[in-house]
């Protein structure tokens, strides 16, 4: 599902002042603002780490979306010795954030019949950013960011569990919410409900609402998965995010017909496998059905790999064979990079999918995938993957590390080659990654994280230019040797 983190937190501390009346009209009170920071110890083995991978993760240097600090002095070298543009913001990116600006500000006016008409016009023209994505996708998720983003906001800070919000205003004292219940974490959604109450007939505003019951349930399972969570707490939040992840499917089942010929509907159905035990077949069928529909998107072939892993609906087998079904059915869009989208994700969160992945095969389809759409932000995106990404798992799985070693060569062709600007976002996902789960406390420390990792890494891979005591200067026209 589609969750656009570069503009997903930069309005965390405005909430609570923010919210429209069709959401605050339940809230009793105003949740804190306190951000906190996820991290995750990770041991990589250096020793076998190309030259321009990234620095051991440990328990001291935890991988956190709030990263620790750079060194001043090494950045700063590696900024003056690399003189190459730093990509800030382009068409597309204001064009994705002002189609969530649009869908947030028609839910905000509760203008909804014309947010519907909207989605609708959109999903049946297919109509995507120069980059890919659905504008669909983009106004039904700013219709809902503002109760995602709450749910989010409000978990992240545990205050609330000292029963600071159990007293309802204006009631008796002897009525109070639930022991340590946020309302914040309810009353949102039960507004959207209500919404959908109100048009029963609109099957765009059911997704909507479905949509945002499906972004909880993630929220609530990423609360779990914190290790200082209790077991007795975690139990409770998995039962929530089964809770949410039931009501959508229950919302969404209606509409499983018109599904059919809508790539928007098709989308939020395959969601739902996030949260289901299905059949494999039946899962390959209905992300089929969707890649067929959009197959330009990568998208739902990456999320196609994730749930072909035996830990989701699948088997490795079934991971295989998929990928080889996905590069059969996009080869006129995208050559053989059906079967490098498919593994895109699966090999970074198992390594045994890196393990029997096809090395030859998955490095094909990077070079068609760049022939299909050579733009800088598929550049980066695949340098960031091949440099960062694939070497963080290296020494996990002993089978996979020649495979990972392999395809992580490809960075210094990407880079030398094809390499004209940076995106520090991008890096700063790879160096998650590319988890939609990692909490961004701060988008601008984010981005000055991914852009120290992406010089870093290149200067690694010109570390024998440099050593001699040339500059590298980054330009459309390639790469020059300047004389220091």
Not at 152 to 159: I, Y
């Amino acid at each position: 599902m589609l969750r656009p983190h570069s503009q997903m937190w930069t309005h965390l501390s405005r909430l609570q002042k923010e919210f429209p009346a069709w959401i605050s009209a339940g809230f009793s009170g105003t949740g804190p603002r306190r951000q906190t920071k996820q991290g995750g110890p990770q041991t990589l083995a250096c020793e076998q780490q190309p030259p321009y991978a990234t620095p051991q993760l440990t328990a001291e240097h935890p991988k956190a979306a709030a990263p620790q600090q750079e060194g001043t002095y090494e950045v700063e070298s590696f900024a003056e010795k690399l003189l190459i543009p730093i990509h800030d913001e382009d068409l597309d990116s204001q064009n994705r954030q002002s189609l969530q600006d649009k869908g947030q500000f028609l839910a905000r006016q509760e203008r909804w019949p014309e947010l519907s008409q909207l989605i609708q016009s959109a999903d049946q023209a297919h109509s995507r950013t120069t980059s890919g994505q659905p504008e669909a996708d983009l106004l039904a998720y700013g219709a809902r960011s503002d109760v995602v983003n709450a749910v989010e906001h409000a978990l992240q800070d545990r205050s609330h569990r000292s029963g600071a919000f159990n007293k309802v205003s204006g009631a008796k004292s002897t009525r109070r919410r639930k022991t340590d219940e946020n309302p914040i974490l309810i009353d949102g959604v039960m507004a959207l409900e209500s919404l959908r109450r109100d048009h029963p007939k609109d099957i765009y505003l059911t997704a909507i609402v479905a949509l945002a019951h499906i972004d909880i349930a993630w929220i609530w399972r990423g609360a779990a998965s914190d290790s200082a969570a209790n077991q007795t707490r975690q139990e409770s939040q998995l039962r929530r995010a089964t809770a949410h992840f039931e009501r959508a499917a229950a919302l969404l089942a209606p509409l499983k017909n018109q599904s059919r010929d809508s790539a928007f509907l098709s989308a939020a159905q395959c969601a739902l496998f996030a949260g289901q035990n299905a059949d494999t077949v039946d899962v390959a069928d209905a992300y089929g059905a969707l890649i067929d529909q959009a197959p330009e998107n990568p998208r739902p072939m990456r999320a196609l790999g994730a749930q072909m892993l035996p830990r989701a609906n699948g088997s490795y087998a079934a991971l295989e064979l998929e990928a080889r079904r996905t590069a059969a059915r996009t080869q006129q869009h995208w050559g053989a990079g059906g079967y490098t989208w498919v593994y895109f994700d699966a090999m970074a969160i198992d390594a045994q999918a890196c393990a029997r992945v096809d090395p030859k095969f998955f490095l094909d389809g990077l070079q068609d995938i760049l022939c299909a759409d050579p733009s800088q932000e598929m550049t980066n995106l695949l340098a960031a993957y091949c440099a960062i990404t694939l070497p963080n798992g290296l020494g996990s799985n002993p089978a996979a590390d020649s495979n990972r070693l392999e395809i992580s060569k490809a960075a210094s062709w990407l880079v030398r080659s094809h390499l004209h600007e940076l995106h520090p976002l991008i890096w700063a996902h790879a160096c998650e990654g590319f988890d939609n789960n990692a909490r961004v406390t701060s988008l601008r420390r984010f981005a000055a994280h991914g852009q120290a990792k992406a010089l870093q890494c290149i200067a690694g891979i010109f570390c024998d230019e440099l050593d001699s005591g040339h500059k590298i200067a980054f330009s459309p026209d390639g790469v020059d040797l300047i004389p220091a």
